[in-house]
């Protein structure tokens, strides 16, 4: 099959959040399995100045219509690191921008109206054709209703990795897509009086997915579906559940070449190594006896931001170090700077993403911290067993097919795991992750269950190779 993969984010990005990862492997295990992959996203100025393999200007450009205006798109070629075809869709006007959604940037209706129009546009001159045209998240999500709206002959599948985020804008702003208007009704674009994205791809899309089953059925719950829980119900016979897999080839403590040393479950000298590194390069305590919880995040409601930070000065005031990285919404990194100054030797704040620190957080951290209420796929709690620093988090979405809960009596699972939506909850499952801590030899033990998990990305690609050829035999272009 040709796939054409349509995203926001993905390779050469370096960013938290499991997208860029998914655009990664992903492709790149198709790819193994003979499918002919290649990833659209737009040529983003960190791009263009972080840029680390050659790209070649294709010579196709194109009048796109957002609206009443043109603007010219222009395509890169090149191939990242996996071998994986890539394109990047050139507009300095939407692009050539501090950052990628802003805050948001106040025409981010237009900005992604026109990367959508380009991306089909580009889809349309492929040679040749895809098959299908996979797209990812809201800003990618009006690519189903384009090609349904021009009759074009590609098959789609939507998945769904933040459904907190569905691009919804003024009503007014249809008009920038350009579309005929009976695509702004209840059964199109509109939504409560505003043009929503992503409904629009969940009704236009052939098929719907998601990061990880349990999830696929929390979003058609009201606590968890934003408002659009409605429309995943009556949408719910096309929408499958897809757990993410872990890339071992970037996420391996064995070989992971961004650690000061490497280890293994059954040598672990390395992790201690690790962890002496991580608490030097922070400028925090040295911590024989304590524990060092880290947390690589997204700092939004949704990860659990406002079940943390009312616990802070009751974790810190223990004998502990913590380690956050991550940005989103000011008031959270506002607290979390707050509470660094506070408790300068025992907590460190960092608001830029840097792999190289990432990395070694996992590596340096005996417990992670991930207090989501919503976590669809649960990929840093993959990261995080794999590196043996034990997850306390919150029982939701994919954690429930990640994390097995520890049962002392039972002498099973490898987690910590919180079903209470509350602070004081969480800060119980982060007690009983402290209490078992002093018991070095329950913890070893505990550590070395959890790096043996393995979250293979093959078994994940099986599955969405399953999901196209469904997707084409129900359209009629693939023969059973």
């Not at 929503?196 to 899309?205: D, M």
Request: proline share 5%.
């Amino acid at each position: 099959m040709r796939i054409l993969m349509i995203s926001a984010e993905g390779p050469p990005l370096q960013r938290p959040g499991a997208l860029v990862d998914v655009l990664d492997a992903l492709p790149r295990e198709l790819r193994a399995r003979d499918h002919e992959v290649s990833v659209v996203i737009p040529y983003y100025r960190e791009i263009r100045e972080n840029l680390d393999f050659e790209t070649r200007d294709t010579g196709v450009t194109v009048d796109v219509a957002v609206g009443e205006d043109n603007y010219i798109a222009e395509f890169l070629e090149g191939r990242i690191a996996s071998g994986v075809q890539i394109f990047l869709v050139r507009c300095d006007q939407f692009f050539d921008r501090e950052e990628i959604y802003g805050d948001p940037y106040e025409d981010n209706a237009a900005r992604f109206i026109f990367f959508n129009r380009a991306a089909v546009e580009l889809a349309r001159r492929l040679t040749p054709s895809p098959d299908i045209l996979h797209v990812h998240d809201w800003a990618a999500a009006l690519v189903p209703i384009i090609v349904r709206a021009g009759g074009l002959p590609f098959s789609s599948v939507l998945t769904i990795h933040r459904i907190a985020e569905q691009g919804s804008f003024w009503g007014l702003d249809f008009s920038l897509t350009n579309l005929p208007q009976r695509y702004f009704t209840l059964h199109g674009l509109e939504y409560f009086g505003r043009m929503n994205f992503l409904k629009g791809g969940i009704l236009f899309a052939d098929s719907v997915t998601t990061v990880s089953d349990h999830f696929r059925r929390e979003m058609m719950r009201p606590e968890f579906g934003y408002r659009l829980d409605p429309v995943l119900r009556e949408n719910s016979h096309k929408i499958t559940g897809i757990l993410d897999g872990a890339d071992y080839t970037k996420w391996n403590p064995e070989i992971d070449e961004l650690l000061p040393a490497t280890y293994s479950a059954s040598a672990l000298a390395g992790k201690t190594q690790c962890r002496d590194e991580l608490l030097s390069a922070m400028d925090l305590a040295p911590a024989s006896h304590a524990p060092v919880f880290g947390m690589v995040t997204r700092l939004v409601a949704e990860k659990g931001l406002d079940l943390l930070v009312p616990l802070l000065d009751r974790l810190l005031s223990d004998d502990v170090r913590l380690i956050v990285l991550g940005e989103g919404d000011p008031a959270f990194e506002t607290a979390l700077a707050v509470a660094a100054r506070k408790y300068p030797r025992k907590f460190a704040y960092r608001n830029h993403y840097d792999e190289r620190l990432a990395h070694l957080i996992e590596a340096g951290s005996d417990i992670t911290l991930i207090p989501s209420r919503i976590e669809p796929s649960g990929m840093s709690a993959m990261h995080s067993l794999k590196y043996g620093a034990l997850p306390v988090a919150r029982a939701t979405g994919g954690i429930h097919e990640i994390i097995e809960d520890h049962d002392p009596m039972l002498d099973t699972g490898y987690g910590f795991l919180c079903y209470v939506d509350s602070a004081d909850g969480f800060w119980d499952s982060i007690k009983r992750a402290r209490e078992i801590f002093e018991d070095r030899d329950t913890w070893v033990a505990l550590m070395k269950r959890a790096m043996a998990r393995e979250f293979s990305w093959e078994s994940a690609a099986e599955r969405y190779e399953k999901v196209y050829r469904q997707t084409l035999h129900a359209s009629g272009t693939l023969a059973a």
